[in-house]
């Protein structure tokens, strides 16, 4: 039936195509006593179930990330001397907020849509930890040498671990991905005019390297401004399922595929 | 102490803090799921779970909270599943049997003496409680 075979594809966007199989499958068993209506509000209830959790943690990466950006900014940038970093390390502590921004996003976006007991989330979430207290303290050496030693215990035990190899590798390709986007969103933002015209490559590097070309620029609509950061949430949360998925899923996939070939 | 023996007490507690701690506590609706699989045995998947959980408790469960408990379960390792063949009603599909692995069955067990425990003494069907 073609109509099922749809029901199916979309189904499988969702989740693995053996699961999206047996579901439709399971549904189209109960059509002749139930009927065509019965089995696509069945499909659209298994479709609700699969994926109401992804605009929930979007959203709460957004506020997430919106915190932790706009907390940042106001200690750290402006008021409080003592968080503000010296000028000769101000590149670096640019990348420390960057990083902690895609954490935050990370985490966020994890914990609400896997769950609090998601190992990766748990990861996520104490690497921020972690980035966070250089962010904010790091300006103090006793801190900045803590925190290198916290990394460093904690890069030797990921290592040491099987399951949080998985987890540091997971961790470094989301955040290498999302350093890459970082450096494709800032084109984008001159393509949006947010700098009033396109960048060059020193500008790109300049605006990279901490020395905020996208503050200095002509006033931009909201909406402009609201839609470029939507669009890099969106950008973030989706390397985050990718990478979720591709290292994390795997194994129930495997597992399905194994048990299919055996049977 | 208590006239055991003190291997008896020491096995106790091994139980209670190794067993017992590793035990992963259930929702009621996912108690329900895992008795419907037991209940099935080897015919356990999709649509009959869902026709034994409705004839059981006269209650029809979402097919959306059927197919993510059973996802969840499995994560769990409280059930473990494996395909069937395909056949002509399903459009060729083929079929996702669930069995209850053995942690699975400690976890029914320990919520089910909890429950007992809890209406121990109760009477609730007659006397004053009715």
């Known amino acids: 039936m073609l109509s099922a075979s749809f029901a199916e594809w979309i189904i499988a966007r969702f989740t693995t195509r053996t699961r999206a199989v047996s579901i439709i499958g399971d549904l189209l068993e109960a059509v002749p006593q139930k009927g065509k209506l019965w089995f696509w509000l069945s499909v659209a209830r298994v479709f ?34 003592a968080h503000r970093a010296p000028l000769a390390w101000a ?4 990348y420390v907020h960057l990083a902690g921004m895609y954490l935050s996003l990370g985490w966020a976006y994890t914990l609400a849509r896997f769950g609090f007991k998601d190992s990766f989330g748990r990861y996520l979430l104490a690497v921020w930890s972690l980035i966070a207290v250089l962010a904010y303290f790091g300006t103090q050496p006793l801190v900045a040498v803590a925190c290198c030693l916290s990394a460093a215990c904690g890069i030797v035990y990921s290592v040491t671990s099987r399951s949080r190899r998985k987890d540091l590798l997971a961790l470094l390709i989301s955040v290498a991905l999302n350093l890459c986007w970082g450096a494709l969103s800032v084109v984008i933002g001159g393509l ?9 490559l020193r500008q790109i590097a300049s605006e990279l390297a901490g020395r905020g070309v996208l503050r200095v620029t002509a006033p931009v609509h909201a909406w402009v401004i609201w839609s470029y950061m939507l669009i890099c949430i969106f950008a973030a949360c989706f390397i985050y399922a990718r990478v979720h998925r591709k290292f994390f899923e795997n194994n129930s996939r495997d597992i399905a595929q194994l048990s299919a070939e055996i049977s | 102490m208590f006239g ?25 609706f996912e108690q329900i799921v895992l008795l419907a699989i037991l209940r099935l045995d080897d015919t356990a998947y999709g649509a009959t779970i869902r026709t034994e959980i409705a004839n059981c408790t006269r209650r029809e469960p979402a097919p959306g909270a059927l197919y993510t408990t059973l996802d969840r379960l499995e994560e769990k390792g409280l059930v473990r599943s494996y395909m069937g063949d395909p056949t002509p009603e399903r459009g060729g599909r083929a079929k996702r049997f669930f069995s209850v692995t ?17 209406l121990k003494g109760l009477d609730l069907l007659e006397g004053t409680n009715a």
């Open chain 1, 48 to 81: 609700v179930s699969l994926t109401w959790r992804r605009p929930l943690a979007v959203a709460f990466a957004f506020c997430v990330g919106i915190v932790w950006s706009r907390t940042y900014q106001f200690s750290v940038n402006s008021l409080i001397s």
């Open chain 1, 91 to 94: 590149a670096l502590y640019h």
């Open chain 1, 192 to 200: 949006m005019g947010m700098t009033g015209r396109p960048l060059s």
């Open chain 2, 4 to 28: 055991y023996a003190p291997l008896d007490i020491l096995a106790s507690i091994a139980y209670i803090v190794v067993i017992m701690g590793r035990t992963p506590t259930l929702g009621e």
């Open chain 2, 102 to 118: 053995k942690p699975g069955r400690a976890a029914v067990l320990q919520a089910q003496r909890a429950f007992q425990s809890l």
